[in-house]
């Protein structure tokens, strides 16, 4: 009753604030419609009559636990000073590492309702199954809590993946299983991230384009900023760990050469960017155009990412903005998945340029000849001959 009673008076207080702030805005300049998440996700909602709304909770379950693990990672400059993990912060708390308390932070907020069926996290070795005594709900959700996670000590913008699917067992049967979370990609129902970057993002999909929000501090509201993302048929970016080189098989090696070569026509040499923490790299890419590639190696048959809590949500995200997801050789989203962290390697962004990369790594193209290097490689044993006749 008394958590009821204090929901009630923070939906007040939110709509006070909101009507506060569109006010404040309608004072100064023309203001664009609003548009939040919530509302976002209701009126999505609204295309399905039979819908319980079930599934629109769970999103925003999954929102509300974003804004946690970003008012987190806000702070985790402070660490230094508050005090490293395992160490005692000033409020005499443990200091987390945080992936750990994003982790943490899901299962609290999702599993607090058991609004799902049963959730898989990079995180955890196994399935993790609503509390004890919480009825479980009919959704299942896979996420990757702090992708990118290395990179946050010097403050590179990190990122929390998740997809949702239907669950596929019986519902009357208890909690859901594994075989929930072994779903194929493409029976997933929405799938998203959030990057906790210069400012945090919420980037999602049900299967009806790809949609952006944007985090306003001072209220804590996402609001709508990407309408329908598409992204280009073409980009002139290429993202991969070019260190691993050595490693990558032929393939790879020469599609990063064709890349590298100049031709007008084509928009060639591209440029690289590689951050290392995929959310960014992907968001980036999404956004201008290009390929991401973390490419099978010598050292690791199968790639690093993984299918279920990385390739699958992003592939998702990728072809609904119109865009190429493949392992190389097949769609993501076709992958049956045989085990909870199964790593797979990945081709992802504009489709012309998937494609190209995916024909180089079947050994079904070639690298064309440089047209510039041949007259210039002529000159210069002209000028070696000549130096020899003097
Ligand atoms: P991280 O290890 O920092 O969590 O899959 C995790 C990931 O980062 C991706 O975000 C990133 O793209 C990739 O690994 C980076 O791996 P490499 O260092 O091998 O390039």
Do not use: W
Request: charged residues 25%; hydrophobic residues 35%.
């Amino acid at each position: 009753m008394c958590a009821f009673a204090f929901a009630i008076v923070g939906e007040i207080c939110k709509f006070i604030l909101l009507k506060l702030y569109f006010q404040t805005l309608t004072k100064g300049e023309t203001m664009t419609e609003l548009i939040t998440i919530e509302r976002h996700i209701i009126e999505q909602q609204k295309r399905y009559p039979s819908a319980t709304g079930e599934f629109s909770q769970l999103l925003a379950d999954v929102t509300f636990a974003a804004k946690l693990v970003r008012r987190e990672v806000i702070r985790a400059g402070l660490v230094d000073i508050l005090g490293a993990h395992g160490s005692m912060n000033v409020q005499g708390e443990e200091v987390r590492k945080l992936d750990v308390f994003a982790n943490e932070k899901f299962i609290q907020a999702i599993g607090h309702h058991g609004r799902f069926a049963v959730m898989g996290s990079e995180e955890n070795e196994g399935i993790i199954t609503p509390p004890e005594g919480k009825a479980s709900g009919k959704y299942v959700l896979l996420f990757d809590p702090l992708d990118g996670s290395s990179n946050i000590d010097a403050n590179v913008s990190v990122g929390t993946i998740f997809s949702i699917y239907k669950r596929v067992s019986d519902p009357s049967s208890g909690p859901g299983t594994i075989q929930d979370c072994l779903q194929k990609g493409s029976q997933q129902v929405a799938a998203g991230y959030v990057i906790y970057g210069s400012s945090v993002m919420l980037v999602y999909t049900t299967g009806q384009g790809v949609h952006g929000f944007t985090l306003d501090p001072t209220i804590g509201e996402f609001l709508l900023s990407h309408e329908n993302i598409t992204t280009p048929k073409r980009g002139k970016i290429y993202s991969i760990n070019e260190g691993y080189y050595r490693y990558f098989f032929d393939g790879v090696k020469k599609y990063i050469k064709y890349l590298q070569q100049e031709d007008k026509a084509t928009h060639r040499p591209y440029s690289a960017r590689y951050i290392g923490s995929l959310v960014a790299d992907f968001h980036r890419n999404l956004l201008y155009g290009g390929i991401f590639i973390y490419p099978r190696t010598k050292k690791a048959p199968n790639g690093k990412l993984r299918l279920l809590y990385e390739a699958n949500p992003l592939a998702f995200i990728c072809e609904q903005a119109g865009g190429r997801a493949t392992d190389g050789y097949r769609r993501i989203l076709d992958i049956e998945p045989e085990e909870l962290h199964q790593r797979t390697p990945l081709f992802i962004g504009s489709e012309e340029d998937v494609k190209i990369a995916e024909e180089f790594e079947q050994g079904l193209r070639e690298l064309e000849h440089d047209t510039e290097l041949i007259p210039k490689m002529l000159a210069e044993v002209k000028k070696a001959e000549s130096l020899l006749v003097k």
